[in-house]
């Protein structure tokens, strides 16, 4: 892990298991890129993540652009997540790009999308969510 706190953040028992990896952080556009490793136990008799988990890696990638568009000092506390599997989301690494859409005091707007290694869109989703302080604080 790396010695950076907010990356070390990642490293929680839920991250873990859906095999998330820090990519990049966007900002200007207040957009965060994951990566994604799903283990077996994801994997349905259809060869692809079973839907609730891929809602998930979406719920991950949304959750964290928001924490580091407030430099980690917020998280959001989601209302809603509306989610769209365009494709199957197979065994094996995916990347995961979450968004800011707009961001006030009371509601924030976040946007994810899940991409295979070849660049096709495999599943987005939105969430509405309210902005809170950050359990364990912003470091």
């Known amino acids: 892990m ?4 907010a990356k070390h953040a990642l ?7 859906m095999g998330v990896e820090f990519d990049s952080f966007d ?5 965060i890129t994951l990566r ?3 283990p077996d136990s994801f ?12 809602a998930g890696f979406l719920d991950e990638v949304m ?8 430099d980690h000092a917020e998280a959001p506390l989601n209302l809603d997540i509306t989610m769209t599997l365009l494709r199957p989301v197979m ?3 995916v990347i995961g790009k979450g ?6 005091k009371r509601v924030i707007f976040l946007e994810g999308e899940l991409f295979d290694l070849e660049g096709r869109l495999l599943a987005r989703s939105t969430s509405t969510a309210i902005p809170t302080p950050r359990p364990g604080g912003a470091g």
């Open 63 to 70: 959750g964290w652009a928001h924490v580091w568009a407030t």
């Open 99 to 104: 968004r800011v859409i707009r961001r006030g």
């Open 91 to 93: 065994a094996g690494p």
């Open 36 to 38: 994604f490793r799903a």
């Open 2 to 5: 790396s010695a950076d706190p």
């Open 11 to 17: 490293g929680a028992a839920h991250a873990d298991l």
């Open 27 to 31: 900002a200007e556009r207040e957009e």
């Open 43 to 54: 994997i349905t008799p259809r060869g692809s993540v079973q839907g609730g988990l891929v």
